[in-house]
């Protein structure tokens, strides 16, 4: 049964229509991916020998196990945002005579296969093998793995049950963010304190931490497990429920069209002088500043601005002159079906993801504790999660026409007062609320608020383009009037 299944999904793939699209792309694609799980691979291979470079005086296992968590909590928000739905698959299998049983197993079965997981597994298991296997022993070594699949198998199952809860009631989101405030807010508890804590015990055999997560495991696979079978013929219902927001006819977020707007966005970067000259100077700040962040007398406050500065230095660059970039030809994109919906969600993806380059090539830094981790990681949750919308919506105000090919050097065609200052506030307005909390906070806690803040904003990023679209549209004939000046 099983193998039927997962054989029709894959006919699926490859009998798609859109399969045949852009085939030169899929294979740049493919040769990316595997370069991407070799470079994870090595990593795990020669964890404990880089990090000593960077770190001599750490011991890497004890780093490692404690800041564990964030990786945790990091794959978490990444498959609660990017992960496909899987439940629209099933929807032909529902009007046939199957056992519904096994439709929701295979539903859980494929929830194991994604992104986080495959990359996670690549990098756990050479570094358990080479590290953890010749010091601790294979006892221990089998203790340490197995707790480490079973909390990985326990992420993806709990972002299946969050994402189908959130289905039905949006406020269900507000449960774990109210745990994550109890403990770190009330109970003044560490993030690393508790990954330390359990990791360094299942390394030393420490059987309730392993069964804990077992019996915690279980109860959520219960869960899903009654969630889906109550839920699974509401599919098609016009209802509210569990999967309405699964059907095929509704966008995901990175569909392949939003792909296609992406690929336009980058071609206009690369084919414009103007924008390139950007893009290359932007890159140049990152060299100047990649000195400068090791001094760790630089203070938190100023330190926080320059994270944010350097997180955010290609999407404030860019957006701020988001719709000026098209001035040229922006009547004919209001005159044509031009999805500008996904254009900005194309352009937001690009954004944040140079934002997560940024992080990478930083990384160093983070590894030899001259970049402190939480801020850095605020700064960039910030910029993703709340910076970017309220610049692409001030940006609709900038009527300020642009030829692309034109200098950057001595050209202050484009620059807008106001969007000078909006970056000002942009910038220093999470500044002062770190500042503001930090008088009755401690920084931890401080950060943990702006970061809970920016997740709400995410989690209500759809009406941030729906407030930016409207506002465009009554602002566009005024950007006409000053686009053809």
Same mark, same amino acid.
């Given at each position: 049964?099983?193998?039927?299944?997962?054989?029709?999904?894959?006919?699926?793939?490859t009998r798609n229509i859109r399969f045949d699209v852009s085939f030169v792309l899929k294979i740049i694609s493919s040769l990316s991916f595997i370069y991407v799980c070799f470079a994870i691979l090595y990593l795990g291979l020669n964890f404990e020998p880089i990090f000593r470079m960077y770190s001599p005086n750490l011991d890497p296992i004890d780093s490692f196990n404690s800041i564990l968590i964030y990786l945790f909590l990091i794959g978490m928000l990444l498959l609660f945002f990017f992960q496909k739905r899987r439940t629209?698959?099933?929807?032909?299998?529902?009007?046939?005579?199957?056992?519904?049983?096994? *439709?929701?197993?295979?539903?859980? !079965? +494929?929830? #194991?296969? &994604?992104?986080?997981?495959?990359?996670?597994?690549?990098? =756990?298991? @050479?570094?358990?093998?080479?590290?953890?296997?010749?010091?601790?022993?294979?006892?221990?070594?089998?203790?340490?793995?197995?707790?480490?699949?079973?909390?990985? *198998?326990?992420?993806?199952?709990? !972002? +299946?049950? #969050?994402? &189908?809860?959130?289905?039905?009631?949006?406020?269900?989101? =507000?449960? @774990?963010?109210?745990?994550?405030f109890l403990l770190i807010i009330v109970l003044h508890v560490s993030?690393?304190?508790?990954?330390?804590?359990?990791?360094q015990g299942l390394l030393h055999g420490n059987i309730f931490f392993l069964l804990l997560i077992f019996f915690s495991l279980i109860g959520l696979l219960t869960a899903n497990f009654s969630l889906l079978k109550n839920t699974i013929y509401s599919i098609n219902s016009e209802e509210i429920g569990t999967f309405w927001t699964s059907k095929r006819s509704k966008e995901t977020f990175l569909s392949s069209n939003i792909i296609l707007y992406a690929l336009l966005e980058?071609?206009?970067?690369?084919?414009?002088?103007?924008?390139?000259?950007?893009?290359?100077?932007?890159?140049?700040?990152?060299?100047?500043?990649?000195?400068?962040?090791?001094?760790?007398?630089n203070g938190i406050y100023f330190s926080f601005i320059m994270y944010i500065i350097l997180n955010g230095l290609f999407g404030y660059i860019f957006s701020q002159y988001l719709f000026s970039w098209e001035s040229s030809y922006f009547e004919f994109i209001l005159s044509t079906k031009f999805n500008l919906l996904k254009y900005l969600k194309a352009k937001y993806i690009i954004y944040v993801s140079l934002g997560f380059f940024v992080f990478l090539f930083f990384l160093p830094l983070v590894i030899q504790e001259k970049i402190d981790l939480h801020l850095f990681l605020t700064a960039l949750f910030y910029n993703s999660c709340i910076g970017y919308f309220i610049i692409f919506y001030l940006a609709t105000f900038n009527r300020s026409r642009i030829e692309l090919n034109s200098n950057i050097f001595f050209n202050l065609q484009g620059y807008n007062g106001t969007q000078m200052i909006a970056l000002v506030v942009i910038i220093l307005l999470p500044c002062l609320l770190l500042l503001l909390l930090t008088v009755v906070l401690n920084v931890t806690q401080s950060l943990l608020i702006i970061n809970l803040l920016s997740i709400f904003s995410l989690i209500y990023h759809k009406k941030w383009f729906k407030i930016i679209l409207k506002q465009l549209s009554n602002q566009k004939y005024i950007n006409l009037e000053g686009y053809r000046k």
């Open positions: 049964m099983f193998y039927k299944l997962f054989n029709h999904s894959v006919k699926n793939i629209g698959d099933i929807i032909p299998y529902l009007h046939l005579p199957l056992n519904r049983a096994k *439709i929701i197993s295979y539903i859980l !079965v +494929l929830t #194991l296969f &994604n992104f986080f997981n495959f990359g996670f597994i690549l990098f =756990i298991i @050479p570094f358990s093998v080479k590290s953890i296997l010749p010091t601790y022993g294979m006892q221990y070594f089998i203790c340490y793995l197995t707790g480490i699949l079973f909390i990985l *198998i326990f992420v993806s199952y709990f !972002v +299946l049950l #969050l994402r &189908n809860l959130i289905s039905v009631k949006s406020f269900v989101v =507000i449960m @774990p963010l109210g745990i994550v993030f690393e304190t508790i990954s330390k804590a359990v990791f980058i071609k206009l970067i690369t084919r414009n002088r103007r924008l390139k000259g950007f893009f290359i100077a932007a890159i140049g700040f990152l060299f100047l500043f990649y000195y400068t962040l090791q001094n760790k007398q």
